[in-house]
């Protein structure tokens, strides 16, 4: 079974642009490995909270301009 687990900073995307995420994710694997993996293809999306990871030794908040608007 072919999994992608993606983490992403929490509200950054709309529910919509998470569907496209799993919609592309799950062709990539059909792609790959034929249409005999869709039905076990699994892609999670997590949300990360603000401050629950950082980069370059900070501690990472989404501005608020980059925030998905619902």
């Known amino acids: 079974m072919p999994f992608a687990n993606i983490k992403i900073p929490e509200a950054a995307l709309t529910g919509a642009q998470k569907a496209e995420i799993?919609?592309?994710v799950t062709?990539?694997?059909v792609d790959d490995f034929g249409e005999a993996a869709r039905p076990h293809a699994?892609?999670?999306i997590?949300?990360?909270a603000d401050g629950?990871?950082?980069r370059a030794d900070e501690v990472f908040v989404v501005p608020e301009a980059y925030r998905a608007k619902t």
């Open 52 to 54: 629950g990871y950082g």
């Open 42 to 44: 699994m892609v999670l």
């Open 46 to 48: 997590e949300e990360v």
């Open 22 to 24: 799993v919609h592309r």
């Open 27 to 29: 062709a990539m694997f």
